[in-house]
Protein backbone atom coordinates (compact mmCIF):
# COMPACT_ATOMS: atom_id res chain seq x y z
CA UNK A 1 0.00 0.00 0.00
CA UNK A 2 2.77 2.10 0.93
CA UNK A 3 4.91 1.40 -2.14
CA UNK A 4 1.60 1.82 -4.19
CA UNK A 5 0.97 5.35 -2.98
CA UNK A 6 5.09 6.75 -3.17
CA UNK A 7 4.50 5.13 -6.89
CA UNK A 8 1.39 7.39 -7.54
CA UNK A 9 3.78 10.71 -6.04
CA UNK A 10 5.99 9.97 -8.07
CA UNK A 11 3.90 9.86 -11.26
CA UNK A 12 2.54 12.85 -10.36
CA UNK A 13 6.44 14.62 -10.36
CA UNK A 14 7.15 13.19 -13.75
CA UNK A 15 3.89 14.20 -15.17
CA UNK A 16 4.59 17.12 -13.48
CA UNK A 17 7.98 17.50 -15.30
CA UNK A 18 6.58 16.54 -19.25
CA UNK A 19 3.86 19.28 -18.63
CA UNK A 20 5.86 22.06 -17.72
CA UNK A 21 9.30 20.84 -19.97
CA UNK A 22 9.36 24.56 -21.76
CA UNK A 23 9.47 26.27 -17.87
CA UNK A 24 13.63 26.40 -16.40
CA UNK A 25 13.35 22.79 -14.23
CA UNK A 26 13.09 23.34 -10.66
CA UNK A 27 13.84 19.69 -8.69
CA UNK A 28 11.81 22.11 -5.68
CA UNK A 29 8.78 22.42 -7.90
CA UNK A 30 8.38 18.56 -8.71
CA UNK A 31 8.98 17.37 -5.57
CA UNK A 32 6.36 19.33 -4.09
CA UNK A 33 4.10 18.25 -6.60
CA UNK A 34 5.05 14.70 -5.13
CA UNK A 35 4.74 15.63 -1.85
CA UNK A 36 7.75 14.53 -0.78
CA UNK A 37 11.40 16.50 0.21
CA UNK A 38 13.62 17.21 -3.39
CA UNK A 39 16.18 15.23 -2.14
CA UNK A 40 14.11 12.12 -1.17
CA UNK A 41 12.08 12.76 -4.48
CA UNK A 42 15.63 12.64 -6.53
CA UNK A 43 16.61 8.94 -5.33
CA UNK A 44 13.23 7.55 -5.44
CA UNK A 45 12.93 9.11 -9.17
CA UNK A 46 15.93 7.45 -10.29
CA UNK A 47 15.34 3.99 -8.58
CA UNK A 48 11.96 3.82 -9.93
CA UNK A 49 12.51 5.61 -13.64
CA UNK A 50 16.79 4.52 -13.81
CA UNK A 51 17.57 8.50 -14.33
CA UNK A 52 17.42 11.63 -12.84
CA UNK A 53 14.21 14.03 -12.92
CA UNK A 54 16.93 16.46 -14.73
CA UNK A 55 17.77 13.56 -17.13
CA UNK A 56 14.34 12.59 -18.00
CA UNK A 57 13.44 16.44 -18.93
CA UNK A 58 17.01 16.53 -20.76
CA UNK A 59 15.83 13.25 -22.59
CA UNK A 60 12.09 14.35 -23.33
CA UNK A 61 13.14 17.86 -24.73
CA UNK A 62 15.66 16.36 -27.14
CA UNK A 63 13.21 13.63 -28.31
CA UNK A 64 10.24 16.87 -28.81
CA UNK A 65 13.65 18.42 -30.67
CA UNK A 66 14.29 15.26 -33.23
CA UNK A 67 10.77 15.81 -34.02
CA UNK A 68 10.94 19.10 -34.61
CA UNK A 69 13.72 19.03 -36.69
CA UNK A 70 12.59 16.79 -38.91
CA UNK A 71 8.72 17.69 -39.48
CA UNK A 72 8.91 21.30 -39.07
CA UNK A 73 10.95 23.93 -40.99
CA UNK A 74 12.13 26.05 -37.23
CA UNK A 75 15.55 27.22 -37.64
CA UNK A 76 17.63 25.22 -35.07
CA UNK A 77 17.42 28.06 -32.74
CA UNK A 78 13.87 28.04 -32.62
CA UNK A 79 13.80 24.53 -31.77
CA UNK A 80 16.06 25.06 -28.98
CA UNK A 81 13.28 28.22 -27.62
CA UNK A 82 10.67 25.46 -28.16
CA UNK A 83 11.52 22.99 -26.42
CA UNK A 84 12.45 24.87 -23.46
CA UNK A 85 16.45 25.86 -23.43
CA UNK A 86 17.53 29.25 -23.72
CA UNK A 87 20.86 28.48 -24.56
CA UNK A 88 21.52 27.60 -28.11
CA UNK A 89 25.36 26.18 -27.16
CA UNK A 90 23.58 24.31 -24.34
CA UNK A 91 21.02 22.76 -26.12
CA UNK A 92 23.49 21.64 -29.19
CA UNK A 93 26.24 20.14 -26.62
CA UNK A 94 23.36 18.10 -25.04
CA UNK A 95 21.62 17.50 -28.34
CA UNK A 96 25.24 16.35 -29.88
CA UNK A 97 25.71 14.34 -26.68
CA UNK A 98 22.43 12.34 -26.79
CA UNK A 99 21.51 11.52 -30.76
CA UNK A 100 26.02 11.77 -31.90
CA UNK A 101 25.29 14.67 -34.31
CA UNK A 102 24.59 18.48 -34.19
CA UNK A 103 21.20 19.71 -34.74
CA UNK A 104 21.49 20.90 -38.37
CA UNK A 105 23.75 17.45 -39.37
CA UNK A 106 20.45 15.84 -37.87
CA UNK A 107 18.45 17.32 -39.84
CA UNK A 108 19.96 17.69 -43.19
CA UNK A 109 20.81 13.61 -42.97
CA UNK A 110 17.16 13.14 -42.44
CA UNK A 111 15.88 15.40 -45.40
CA UNK A 112 18.52 13.96 -47.82
CA UNK A 113 16.67 11.21 -47.26
CA UNK A 114 14.38 12.64 -48.98
CA UNK A 115 13.77 12.43 -52.56
CA UNK A 116 11.63 15.57 -53.43
CA UNK A 117 13.67 18.61 -52.39
CA UNK A 118 11.08 21.34 -51.19
CA UNK A 119 8.76 19.00 -49.33
CA UNK A 120 9.77 18.33 -45.81
CA UNK A 121 10.60 15.05 -44.86
CA UNK A 122 7.46 14.47 -42.76
CA UNK A 123 5.75 14.52 -46.53
CA UNK A 124 7.63 11.87 -48.30
CA UNK A 125 10.06 9.95 -45.32
CA UNK A 126 7.67 6.61 -44.69
CA UNK A 127 6.60 7.67 -40.89
CA UNK A 128 8.41 3.79 -40.17
CA UNK A 129 11.53 4.67 -40.90
CA UNK A 130 11.30 8.39 -39.56
CA UNK A 131 10.40 6.67 -36.35
CA UNK A 132 13.49 4.07 -36.28
CA UNK A 133 15.61 7.83 -36.30
CA UNK A 134 13.75 9.22 -33.81
CA UNK A 135 14.12 6.49 -30.98
CA UNK A 136 17.32 5.72 -31.88
CA UNK A 137 21.08 7.69 -31.97
CA UNK A 138 22.11 8.04 -35.39
CA UNK A 139 25.78 6.77 -35.99
CA UNK A 140 26.89 7.62 -39.00
CA UNK A 141 30.35 6.73 -38.65
CA UNK A 142 32.19 5.90 -41.93
CA UNK A 143 34.42 2.92 -41.36
CA UNK A 144 37.72 3.57 -43.49
CA UNK A 145 39.48 0.18 -44.75
Known amino acids: MVANNKFKRLC???????????????LTDAAKNSFMSPFHFSRAFKETYGETPNEFLIRLRIEKAKKMLITENYSVSEVCERVGYTSLGSFSSLFVKHVGLPPTSYRRTLWK???EPFRYPSQ???ACYAFRFLNKPVNLAISEK
Open 124 to 126: VIP
Open 12 to 26: SGREYIADSYLEPFS
Open 113 to 115: LSS
